[in-house]
T-cell receptor, first 115, second 115 residues
Framework: DSGVTQTPKHLITATGQRVTLRCSPRSGDLSVYWYQQSLDQGLQFLIHYYNGEERAKGNILERFSAQQFPDLHSELNLSSLELGDSALYFC??????????????FGPGTRLLVL | GDSVTQMEGPVTLSEEAFLTINCTYT??????LFWYVQYPGEGLQLLLK?????DKGSNKGFEATYRKETTSFHLEKGSVQVSDSAVYFCALSSAQLEGNNRLAFGKGNQVVVIP
């Protein structure tokens, strides 16, 4: 158990809908990262928040947004869902926002299926 | 941009055999390198890491050495067990920019160990 929790574990929804994925980082970690894992694209970095502020963006679609709250939990919002958004979404956390040496601890993921 | 290349295809081997999974990278500066493992139905777990050239990461009998001259970080284990069956991901994190702690992953290798 990494100490990172994600809810829900599974999510089934229809095209055009909007969903919210939730992540709670390990106790004491200030950074939260979101990744998408799909069969065709592999594991891709989406976005990084540090202590409530956005720090870096990766291959995140405009239909997707995220935020980190004062209690440090984070939510990833996916809207106008398309079939191709079906994937496993991981959250990870780390202590700070260092120069790449920090270990990121991953949650169990949320499996999203868009029908 | 920064990228990681892993050898193509699944790896199938017998119990107690020697395992090697190749990983090469392209990056500016001096990245940190990681191996993560994903067991069926679970999130990613850090297996080992190395943060500078010639460092050797090791854990649970697995080893990998950070080779700057060949830009490689190959994973090895001398005698695999059935419980090592999983997907293995090589990843890097750039050390150049403060706050740039995103992980770039390889495509992963499915390892199947047969009793």
């Amino acid at each position: 158990d990494s100490g990172v929790t994600q809810t829900p574990k599974h999510l089934i929804t229809a095209t055009g809908q909007r969903v919210t994925l939730r992540c709670s980082p390990r106790s004491g970690d200030l950074s939260v990262y979101w990744y998408q894992q799909s069969l065709d694209q592999g594991l891709q970095f989406l976005i990084h928040y540090y202590n409530g502020e956005e720090r870096a963006k990766g291959n995140i679609l405009e239909r997707f947004s995220a935020q980190q709250f004062p209690d440090l939990h984070s939510e990833l919002n996916l809207s106008s869902l398309e079939l191709g958004d079906s994937a496993l979404y991981f959250c990870a956390s780390s202590v700070a926002q260092g120069r790449g040496q920090e270990t990121q601890y991953f949650g169990p993921g949320t499996r999203l299926l868009v029908l | 941009g920064d990228s990681v290349t892993q050898m193509e295809g699944p790896v199938t081997l017998s119990e107690e055999a020697f395992l090697t999974i190749n990983c090469t990278y392209t990056a500016t500066g001096y990245p940190s390198l990681f191996w993560y493992v994903q067991y069926p139905g679970e999130g990613l777990q850090l297996l080992l890491k190395a943060t500078k050239a010639d460092d050797k990461g090791s854990n649970k009998g697995f080893e990998a050495t950070y080779r700057k001259e060949t830009t490689s970080f190959h994973l090895e284990k001398g005698s695999v067990q059935v419980s090592d069956s999983a997907v293995y991901f090589c990843a890097l994190s750039s050390a150049q920019l403060e706050g740039n702690n995103r992980l770039a992953f390889g495509k992963g290798n499915q390892v199947v160990v047969i009793p």
